[in-house]
């Protein structure tokens, strides 16, 4: 059951009407910065215009779509403001992938430019020479290269308003083939930064730390544009370093952190090698999203900074928020909370698409102003996952409790059935950190015969050695039979997204090297 929402401000709107608010209200308050430069309301607005005019004297138009290779920078987000008012496509690529990830998207996106944050990111700044981008000046934003433009780039039709006008193209990590990119449009990141921002009760006296990175949707909609619309201040921060995030969280003010797991299973571990809980005096709100967040990182975390660590779940076609914890109803366990205002999310039948009983496991559906306009030059596939109805089907696996909270078990395709019996691995993942020397770990199964095993890959923390026979005791002692990792690999760092999200498809292709155990 979820309540209205006042969208006002968000519904039809377009993302640079958060600028024009902001220049008026917060005209002489700094609003974002990174490590070089800060503006205010006024600064911020002036900078968006000067871009605006740079990027159509270069030859942008609205309905083109403009790559953007990048790291959080200032720099990058007005671009993003930039090019909402000129009505081109944002399409953010993090610039840590490869030249042919980063080519493929290029193409399929039948790009108009790219553009490079290469003052902040040497791997931006690498793709940049490759593609013979030249400098391209802003000020007082520095460290950007342009590529040439691409005469044969057909610009796509304007909406009708920010409820069919397409702000932001991201391609979903992790797959194979041709790339798919989820269309989100101004009315999808509106109505979450509208959301996000009130539920984490944001206003002029926050300064957020936005080190999820602006390429993914968490990071575009909650983190930054959910600041920047309830007038808080962003510093963005190009690459999660847990010294430093340490050290803004102690000595900064830093008031909001939203991040990965992974991010908060790294602090803890810095906090365990300094044998000190990490100060942070300021900070009143702390959420995990994008991975499932373990129980164990949870209680830790809470129990260094004496507040909840609240936990949500999206997915990037929800742009990306579904549901989410509430600051005056925290969880005690590993539950994602209700659903946000105006958003309904069920728990379905895989199969007859009919709704499940209370607490049975089945597939998330997900209905509300949250969902994509669709996959990118991609109708068949669009249509199998958005309903005639609307609904979204995620292809996670879920239950929902009698209280309206819903509890993620996992991606249907990482069901494994071993003998018969169902195995998720986020349950198994969950019982591997509680092992004290486990810093991350993830959970695949393997095909062996006419049967799946289960196989865990494994992070140790660093300095500390993990014995094979002790963790199989653990398992064996927290877990059925069926559920206990057939084998074990050990990872000095599990593969990860830029982001911390851990790279399931390529651990499994790991798992299916293996052999017979």
Not at 168 to 185: E, F, N, W
Not at 219 to 226: E, I, M
Not at 430 to 441: C, K, M, T, Y
Request: hydrophobic letters at 45%; charged letters at 20%.
């Amino acid at each position: 059951m979820t309540k209205n929402f006042d969208r006002s401000f968000s519904k039809g709107s377009y993302l640079h009407a958060i600028i024009d608010r902001r220049a008026e209200d917060a005209a002489d308050r700094i609003l974002l910065s990174d490590a070089e430069i800060s503006l205010d309301g006024r600064g911020l607005k002036q900078a968006v215009d000067k871009a605006v005019t740079a990027l159509t004297d270069y030859g942008v138009r609205g309905g083109d779509r403009v790559v953007l290779v990048n790291e959080n920078a200032v720099a990058l987000q007005v671009l993003i403001f930039a090019l909402s008012r000129i009505g081109a496509w944002s399409v953010l690529i993090n610039a840590r992938l490869t030249r042919n990830e980063i080519l493929k998207i290029t193409e399929h996106a039948g790009a108009r430019t790219t553009l490079y944050t290469t003052g902040v990111s040497p791997d931006a700044a690498a793709h940049a020479e490759a593609a013979g981008a030249v400098p391209f000046d802003i000020p007082p934003l520095a460290g950007l290269r342009i590529a040439p433009l691409d005469e044969t780039a057909v610009a796509e039709p304007l909406g009708k308003d920010g409820a069919d006008q397409v702000a932001a193209l991201i391609y979903t990590s992790g797959t194979t083939g041709q790339p798919k990119g989820v269309m989100l449009t101004h009315d999808n990141l509106l109505f979450i930064a509208e959301v996000s921002g009130s539920i984490r009760a944001i206003g002029p006296n926050d300064l957020a730390y936005g080190v999820l990175p602006t390429s993914h949707v968490f990071g575009l909609a909650s983190v930054f544009l959910g600041t920047l619309a309830h007038g808080g201040h962003l510093h963005t921060v190009s690459r999660f370093a847990p010294k430093e995030a340490a050290r803004a969280l102690a000595e900064d003010g830093v008031t909001i952190f939203q991040g990965v797991p992974a991010m908060y299973a790294h602090l803890l571990e810095l906090a365990a090698k300094n044998g000190t809980p990490l100060p942070a005096p300021k900070l009143r709100y702390l959420s995990a999203g994008g991975a499932p967040l373990d129980l164990t990182i949870k209680t830790k975390i809470e129990a260094m900074w004496k507040q909840p660590l609240h936990n949500g779940y999206g997915l990037t076609e929800t742009a990306p928020t579904v549901t989410t914890t509430r600051m005056d109803n925290p969880a005690t366990d590993d539950t994602v909370g209700p659903a946000i205002p105006g958003v309904d999310f069920r728990i379905a039948d895989r199969d007859t698409g009919l709704p499940k009983a209370t607490g049975e496991v089945g597939e998330i559906w997900v209905r509300g102003p949250n969902v994509m306009k669709g996959y990118y030059r991609d109708p068949a596939q669009t249509a199998d996952v958005i309903t005639g109805d609307g609904w979204f089907r995620s292809g996670d696996l879920g239950r929902e409790d009698a209280d309206g909270n819903l509890y993620v078990v996992g991606r249907l395709k990482e069901l494994i059935i071993r003998s018969g019996f169902n195995v998720y691995p986020a349950e198994v993942e969950g019982v591997l950190a509680q092992h004290p020397d486990i810093a991350l770990s993830a959970v695949v199964g393997r095909v062996a015969g006419d049967n799946e095993e289960v196989i865990a890959f494994v992070q140790p923390i660093a300095g500390r050695t993990i014995g094979e026979e002790a963790l199989k005791a653990h398992m064996r002692a927290n877990l059925a039979p069926y559920k206990c990792p057939s084998h074990y690999v050990f990872l000095q760092a599990l593969p990860a997204t830029a982001t911390g999200k851990i790279l399931k498809a390529q651990l499994k292709q790991q798992a299916d090297a293996i052999g017979a155990v």
